[in-house]
């Protein structure tokens, strides 16, 4: 099949795999029509993922009952169903069934307490050893092995901690139970039926920095021939011969991990003709890694599609999505997928995530899971970790358009084959000596080397492998003068800062030498052997390094000897910002070049291909490719900020037209700043913050919902409350009818408006959980005042989660109240208006104190935000069109541009014929053949987000990136820090993060 036909409609297997977020009691009829509506949004299939608010049984009939509607209907449809293997996260407790057999399942952490006399020291059972120490912490002796004439400055004790909520992820027993509580359940119901397969999510050594395990000291002297513990110390101490204490310990530690966790679960997966996929946890830097699976690059193997989590709006280095996509290469798993999105917040739009997904498909990535697409958002639901990309959103209705330009991105991705020569070694290993439990300055440093060197070699365009030494040690051969891992071979090898090399590694680079191979070092050569002083060995490597200590050498030494040698450049100059990856498609070669700034639009860029070429550009919205050259090396271009280029390298075929040069016999034109409104969806006014009283007392100030509702849980008990919310109409009569009352759980209050009782519900707005009352003949001129009584109640459970203790995240990640207190809406044909002026935020915020009333709905808008102009909270599409004179026709293009709109989507029509549907810049299109001399009728519709109306509308850093539960509620989180790479910082945690003023995002142009 040829590449444009492939490409027309891409198979579901290479199509998007969003998280169905699960998280309500389940209704077949409403499973069925939401798979219906994915179907239509053209994704690939989905993850039946059960999730926080879920009301349905987990893994007991009525959740089975509703996984085979998931995978009835999903079949019926051609998508491809799968299943999370966890109530929550992270995987491995099977919702509490594991956890429940005993403290032989429980998860472990090592403690160490210094103290200055033994006195102080209790006896207890998590009590594994008492050593002796002197000033400098260079000598650590258990105290039965003191030596003589030792100088004790003080003494160390060594624990070990226990959670009770979380599995020990090193005992494959406690896999085993895993597997027979969940994947057994589903194989005895399923049988042949089975889904697609499972994702497992974000296991991870949990308790403490450091882990520990009742089977570690056999495992550890198994591996190495000593006794692990008299020397725990040093795995947090700089002690002496601490360096090959912790390359042997870690060493053991991700041995037991991948094997007795992720292995097990793969070859059951492989018994039962079920796939494996799913992600690690803190897969971002050195330190991330070392505190959660001690590296995550061996994992990858037993995966049969290996992924990654991209958190937040946002991206960073290679290295995350490098690192899996090399194993995959490598082992010629050809799908790699990404959990990506959650954290962005309600207001990422198209281009955002085009960018995100742009990032992470040159670096290997090439299936987007979209976190998430919500069954519900009632509650706390609405506040997951947004955004909910789903049937909750304006722009459904075209989010096919974004599924279809991933799916053949995807495609081209998945079934070429990428070119790579060059492998980079990772450094975790050395992160294995450096982690002391802490990410101090060494661990830092070595990270930051690493980072650079990725991002060196990515800006300089050579692309490049990751090298793990575990799986070099188990997987690599030298042949010809080439090293092989698996499908790859590499004729040339960079090792970045290292503080130790394997020895098995070490070898396997000086045979590549022996052979012709070209070995390179970015910093010093590695001083340790397996962590040890090895001079023999060490001098031996260090003669076969070269060094590379300038960008220049680099181009001169590593790039010259590509076969393929890419250059990207501005003023003669590697352009660090674009990246590239190359894959051979067998009839062309495909070039995909990004631009990961957010903000830059690069021009005059010069692309040199090292050899001649056809050169064309494929349109991967339209899937039209366009010739630019019929023989060329080298052409310019200019690239959008986030944009994504895809250009096919054929063998030159002379005589072959080329398309006209872009900006040649244009004419740029601008519309008219003033537009009228054709047609506005119902508009909507947040309601967050009421008067209220609790068990009849008297009436306390306003507060936001979202604190009352923490306060009446913090009281442990049932209570009477009334909420007293007020809004402001002007000019009631210019309002037309209807006006609703938007609410949740309508049913758990008696609700009147300016004392009249108000209940029919009339329908939904958005999602079936936000509940319509006509509320239009209480609506009166001036202050209005909505009354919701009722009483608040949660079960025993809820308390127990929240103020029994401390508590893993395992359980607050599946909990689920019984009753919720939410803000309300106001909801008809309005304008919403702020009585106090907005300033401008960062990221397009902008605050102001409010109050807010509504009134007649704006009849024009003008360009700029329309936030201000009566769109307060608006969540819908509206339509706006003005006329455009035009004073003659030519043969030359005529291109509109519309600047630079802030929306999630736009259309365009002119003279009522439909132009373009934009979900990215460039924001200009040719609109020639649809003009003619005199009037001519624009119409644009913009589509907005639901962040104006779902928030978070307080956070004291306004608009944010990173939003969680918390955010909504100012309170500190992790999510207060700048990404997974970086600790917590609870310093902070007394901060409040809460402001009363609101901050609302720019919509329009």
């Known amino acids: 099949m040829k590449l444009n036909e492939k490409l027309i409609n891409p198979p579901a297997q290479n199509r998007t795999l969003p998280f169905w977020s699960w998280n309500d009691i389940l209704d077949p009829e409403v499973l069925r029509s939401q798979i219906k509506a994915m179907s239509k949004a053209k994704v690939g299939g989905y993850f039946m993922h059960a999730r926080s608010g879920l009301k349905t049984s987990y893994l007991e009939e009525p959740w089975f009952e509703a996984i085979q509607t998931g995978l009835e209907e999903g079949r019926e449809e051609n998508l491809l169903p799968w299943v999370y293997d966890e109530e929550g996260w992270p995987s491995g407790f099977a919702g509490g069934k594991v956890t429940a057999l005993g403290d032989a399942y429980h998860a472990r952490g090592l403690r160490m307490q210094l103290h200055p006399k033994i006195e102080e020291i209790q006896q207890t059972s998590t009590l594994l050893g008492i050593y002796a120490y002197t000033h400098d912490f260079k000598q650590i002796h258990l105290l039965e092995n003191i030596p003589e004439n030792f100088e004790i400055e003080g003494y160390i004790s060594m624990t070990h901690s226990v959670s009770p909520y979380y599995i020990d992820i090193l005992n494959p027993i406690t896999t085993k139970a895993f597997l027979e509580a969940t994947h057994e359940s589903y194989a005895a119901r399923f049988g042949n039926e089975m889904p697609e397969g499972f994702f497992t999510d974000e296991p991870r050594l949990s308790e403490g920095p450091i882990p520990w395990s009742y089977i570690l000291p056999q495992e550890f002297e198994k591996d190495h021939e000593y006794s692990l513990l008299p020397q725990l110390p040093a795995l947090y101490l700089p002690c002496e011969g601490y360096e090959a204490v912790r390359t042997d310990f870690w060493a053991t530690v991700s041995r037991l991990f991948v094997h007795s966790y992720m292995e097990q679960i793969y070859d059951w997966c492989e018994l039962h003709h079920t796939k494996l996929t799913g992600h690690m946890m803190m897969e971002e830097s050195l330190y991330s890694q070392m505190t959660g699976t001690s590296g995550s690059m061996p994992f990858y193997e037993f995966f049969h599609m290996p992924g990654i989590d991209s958190l937040r709006r946002m991206i960073h280095d290679p290295r995350m999505p490098k690192q899996v996509s090399s194993v995959a290469e490598q082992f010629g798993k050809h799908r790699v997928i990404s959990e990506s999105y959650a954290l962005s917040g309600w207001d990422l739009n198209f281009e955002e995530m085009r ?102 070699l990515s800006g300089l365009h050579i692309d490049y492998h990751l090298g793990d030494e575990t799986i070099l040690a188990e997987h690599a051969q030298i042949k010809e003068g080439k090293l092989m891992v698996g499908e790859y071979s590499y004729s040339q090898v960079i090792l970045p800062p290292l503080k130790s090399i394997d020895a098995s590694t070490a070898h396997l680079l000086i045979e590549f030498v022996k052979q012709g191979g070209y070995l390179y070092r970015l910093g010093d050569a590695p001083e340790l052997i397996d962590g040890r002083p090895n001079s023999d060995l060490s001098t031996l490597l260090e003669t076969c390094l070269r060094p590379l200590t300038s960008d220049t050498q680099i181009i001169d030494q590593v790039k010259t000897r590509l076969n393929n040698r890419i250059s990207i450049s501005k003023d003669g100059i590697e352009e660090p910002l674009l990246h590239y990856c190359l894959h051979d498609q067998e009839e062309a070669l495909s070039l995909f070049v990004v631009n990961n700034s957010k903000y830059d639009r690069l021009s005059n860029i010069n692309i040199d291909l090292g050899q001649s070429y056809q050169v064309s550009i494929l349109d991967l919205e339209s899937n039209e490719e366009t010739i630019l050259n019929s023989s060329t090396q080298s052409f310019t271009a200019d690239f959008e900020a986030m944009e994504g280029r895809v250009y096919l390298l054929r063998p030159i075929i002379p005589n072959i037209s080329t ?205 700029g935000s329309f936030t201000e102009q009566g769109l307060l909270c608006f969540a819908g599409s509206l339509e706006l069109e003005q006329t455009l004179d035009i004073k003659s026709v030519t043969d030359k293009q005529v291109l509109l541009d519309l600047g630079s709109p802030r929306l999630p989507l736009l259309q365009l029509w002119v003279n009522d014929q439909m132009v373009k549907t934009f979900l990215w810049a460039p924001w200009k299109v040719d609109i020639s053949p649809h003009i003619h001399k005199g009037s001519n009728k624009v119409t644009l519709k913009l589509f907005a987000s639901n962040r104006n109306m779902l928030g978070p509308h307080h956070h004291i850093n306004g608009e944010n990136y990173s939003v969680g539960p918390q955010s909504f509620e100012g309170v500190f989180s992790w999510l207060e820090r700048p990404s997974e790479a970086v600790p917590i910082d609870r310093s902070l945690a007394s901060k409040s993060y809460w402001s009363d003023s609101y901050t609302f995002v720019r919509f329009g142009f």
């Open 659 to 863: 398309s006209p040069i872009e900006g040649k016999n244009q004419i740029l034109i601008r519309p008219d700043t003033n537009w009228n409104i054709k047609q506005m969806d119902q508009n909507i006014l947040t309601l967050d913050c009421c008067k209220y009283r609790v068990d009849g007392s008297d009436w306390r100030e306003k507060k936001a919902v979202i604190k009352i509702m923490k306060e009446l849980l913090a009281l442990q008990r049932s209570c009477s409350f009334e909420l007293r919310f007020d809004f402001t109409v002007i000019d009631r009569l210019t309002i037309t009818a209807p006006l609703y009352l938007v609410i949740e759980e309508s049913k758990n209050y008696e609700i009147s408006v300016n004392g009249k009782p108000v209940s029919k519900v009339t329908g939904f707005y958005k999602d079936h959980s936000f509940e319509t009352i006509d509320i239009t003949p209480a609506v009166i001129e001036g202050e209005n005042i909505i009354t919701l009584t009722g009483v608040f109640k949660q079960s025993e459970h809820v308390y127990r989660t929240l103020f029994g203790g401390p508590v893993y995240e395992t359980e607050l990640n599946k909990l689920t109240y019984d009753m919720e207190l939410e803000s309300i809406y106001i909801l008809g044909n309005f304008g919403a208006y702020s009585t106090t002026p907005f300033a401008k935020r960062e990221k397009e915020g902008m605050e102001t104190e409010g109050p807010f009333f509504i009134t007649k709905a704006p009849c024009t808008v003008n360009h």
């Open 355 to 456: 960018w995100i997904a742009n990032w992470q498909f040159v670096n290997g990535v090439n299936i987007i899971c979209q976190h998430l697409q919500a069954y519900s958002l009632k509650g706390f639901r609405k506040r997951d970790y947004p955004p909910s990309l789903f049937i909750q959103q304006s722009w459904w209705d075209e989010y096919h358009r974004f599924n279809d330009y991933l799916a053949r991105l995807s495609t081209l991705l998945i079934e070429g084959k990428k070119q790579v020569e060059v492998l980079l070694l990772h450094p975790m290993h050395t992160g294995w000596i450096t982690y002391d439990g802490t990410n101090n300055e060494e661990i830092q440093t070595y990270d930051a080397a690493f980072s650079e060197a990725t991002q060196k």
